[in-house]
């Protein structure tokens, strides 16, 4: 899996919005989607390299395309 390290939780939720994603519900974690794929993202600081490269996979984003959006 790929590392995407030291992303800050409102970084992430703002790349995945410039990706087509939107905000769906707010909690412990933020929930979005894009009408087919739904994503979670943790609200802590900074994501763990692991899951933000999974959360970037799941949305469909190579690690370079997920970079350029930040």
Same mark, same amino acid.
Not at 39 to 54: D, K, S
């Given at each position: ?31 979005? &989607? ?27 984003? &190579? ?8």
């Amino acid at each position: 899996m790929p590392k995407i390290p030291g992303v800050n939780h409102l970084d992430a939720i703002k790349a995945l919005e410039k990706a087509g994603f939107r905000i769906l519900r707010q909690g412990k974690h933020v929930v979005m &989607s894009d009408g087919t794929r739904i994503l979670t993202i943790p609200r802590h600081n900074p994501v763990n390299a692991f899951t933000m490269g999974g959360i970037a996979r799941d949305a469909g984003l &190579s690690v370079e395309e997920f970079k350029k959006l930040l």
